[in-house]
């Protein structure tokens, strides 16, 4: 039997190679569609809940056709995709590489709002989305992002269609923020750390006086400063507290009576 040399089996091995081709060129059902096509495509796929293959379609179109209205709508759209499956991170890094890439456009306004919903979903579970979370004590990094993405598609784009949502979820999130800061200061107040009490506390009314968790802030500052001996501070602190909700239990309890005219809790 006559053998065949070594170096002339590697040629064919070679040779065999590069006849095969790249196979999924040739079954890409993709190859010949239109930049339309292309974007309807995906789109009827993200409609249908298949995200990761809408994904793909439109990230096709993006290389295939790097500009046009289609190519713009499908970065957003990608940025869409992300968010619906609980991708926070691609979702918003999509979003800023729109607003990169296009920051005179009328959907930045879009791309901020879809930043502030992955920040402001961050940390759902699906048993979460069955029995909802306290957002109070949740990564606070997590609401002040979005508060910050929120106020931004407000200031500068304060006639959007996103406007008033974005709106009323800032003040949601400024009643959570308010809340996790009262939360703490009672854990504080609890343990005995009077002066770290305060401080939250302190810090509540200066950002968030406005909220319902003020009066409570107010409340635990003067029980930690008479905890403290510090009554004429209490005293003081009980009359603010006495202006802003003279219903207030420890106001009623004290003989503390509103003679003047109401404030805010952080004058």
């Not at 879809?114 to 920040?119: D, R």
């Not at 003279?246 to 109401?262: F, H, I, Y």
Request: glycine share 4%.
């Amino acid at each position: 039997m006559r053998l065949i040399p070594i170096s002339l089996m590697l040629l064919l091995l070679i040779t065999g190679c590069a006849s095969t081709g790249n196979p999924g060129d040739e079954h890409d059902p993709t190859r010949d569609w239109s930049a339309e096509k292309l974007y309807r495509e995906a789109t009827k796929k993200m409609n249908r809940g298949e995200y990761d293959t809408a994904v793909s379609y439109f990230e096709t179109l993006e290389s295939r056709f790097p500009f046009g209205d289609y190519t713009r709508q499908a970065q957003l759209d990608i940025a869409y995709a992300y968010l619906k499956q609980d991708e926070f991170d691609n979702a918003i890094a999509s979003a800023d590489q729109f607003i990169k890439l296009h920051p005179q456009h009328e959907a930045v306004a879009y791309a901020y709002y879809i930043k502030g919903l992955a920040n402001f979903s961050r940390g759902q579970s699906m048993m979460e989305r069955l029995f909802p979370r306290d957002i109070a004590k949740v990564d606070q990094n997590w609401l002040q992002s979005a508060y910050a993405n929120f106020d931004t598609l407000l200031r500068r784009y304060p006639d959007s269609q996103y406007s008033e949502d974005a709106r009323q979820r800032m003040i949601y999130l400024r009643e959570q923020m308010a809340r996790h800061e009262l939360l703490t200061a009672r854990y504080y107040y609890k343990r005995g750390a009077m002066v770290a009490a305060i401080n939250r506390c302190d810090y509540l009314l200066e950002h968030f006086g406005q909220t319902p968790s003020a009066p409570k802030a107010l409340e635990i500052m003067v029980k930690a400063y008479r905890v403290m001996g510090q009554d004429d501070l209490a005293d003081k602190t009980l009359a603010i507290l006495a202006l802003n909700d003279p219903d207030n239990k420890l106001v009623k309890n004290s003989g503390q009576t509103n003679t003047g005219k109401q404030t805010t809790a952080n004058n």
